[in-house]
């Protein structure tokens, strides 16, 4: 499940798994701190945010390669951050603020177990039905008006599968970083998946923009966002050679994390010995 829809809203199911879990944390903390006098929230609000920014500031120095400007590496939207230095960060953070907050240590520590637990179990039951799906079997037609199935598309290949619409402000911004992931690496294949649009509206829009992608599809029925629980546009698919999934991004790309998709869609090839 990519995304959830809370009335018109859709987001992605790893933020609100995030949220659930830090609500969770802060209600215990200050449920265990009602005789305390202080705010539990404060410290445990520096963990959570200095953990991010951290991970965020390790992430983009991964990537900076992929980064064209400053604002693009503070942009946040994307969700580009190093889960590992983030943990790390947290756990430092954590240690310095109990010091610095004795009263609280007790609180601090459940909330920070019941929120990492939560989050944790909750990511794992996620990559667990990510790792079960596969590149659907669906069938759909090309701008030229062929009908052709994803896996023959696909060739063995890994995939790189974007969902957009031509009214989606985020899919037209994604646009040029997967033209050129397209352009830079030729031994995968995109798919450009449309939702619910005619082949004409779709041709319009590719000749305005001058946007030349291998294969545009047309999903009329949205049997493709339906079948990975993609609650809405845009939302991108990363397709090991074997067509297992092996990363998913709900929302707007950057280049960073299109490229560590890809990283993950061709890591089994890459670790591959070579002949």
């Known amino acids: 499940m990519l995304s959830i829809s809370i009335g018109p809203i859709s987001l992605p199911s790893v933020v609100l798994l995030l949220l659930a879990s830090v609500i969770a944390a802060l209600l215990l903390a200050k449920l265990l701190t009602k005789s305390v006098p202080g705010s539990v929230t404060d410290p445990l609000l520096l963990v959570l945010f200095g953990a991010l920014l951290f991970g965020r500031l390790v992430f983009v120095v991964r990537f900076a390669d992929s980064y064209d400007s400053l604002w693009q590496m503070l942009d946040f939207r994307d969700r580009g951050i190093d ?43 996620l990559h667990t039905q990510q790792q ?97 629980g993609a609650q809405g546009v845009p939302a991108t698919l990363f397709f090991a050679a074997d067509g297992k999934l092996a990363a998913a991004h709900f929302g707007e790309l950057s280049h960073a994390v299109l490229q560590q998709g890809i990283d993950k869609a061709t890591a089994a090839e890459k670790a591959q010995p070579a002949d």
């Not at 599968?161 to 031509?166: E, G, K, S, Y």
Request: a positive charge; aromatic letters at 8%; glycine letters at 6%.
């Open 132 to 228: 079960q799906q596969v590149l659907a079997d669906i069938t759909l037609e090309t701008l030229s008006g062929y009908q052709v199935a994803l896996p023959q598309l696909a060739q063995g290949k890994p995939v790189v599968l974007n969902l957009w619409a031509t009214w989606c402000p985020p899919c037209h911004r994604e646009m040029p970083a997967l033209l050129k992931a397209e352009q830079q690496n030729p031994e995968l294949r995109f798919m450009l998946v449309n939702l619910q649009e005619n082949r004409a509206t779709v041709q319009q829009y590719l000749r305005q923009h001058q946007l030349s992608f291998s294969h545009v599809l047309l999903d009329p029925r949205g049997d493709v966002a339906s079948s990975y």
């Open 83 to 125: 889960a590992g230095a983030t943990v790390l960060a947290a756990l430092v953070l954590l240690v310095v603020q109990i010091k610095r907050h004795p009263q609280f240590k007790q609180a601090m520590l459940a909330g920070a177990l019941l929120c990492s637990g939560g989050f944790a179990l909750g990511s794992f039951w």
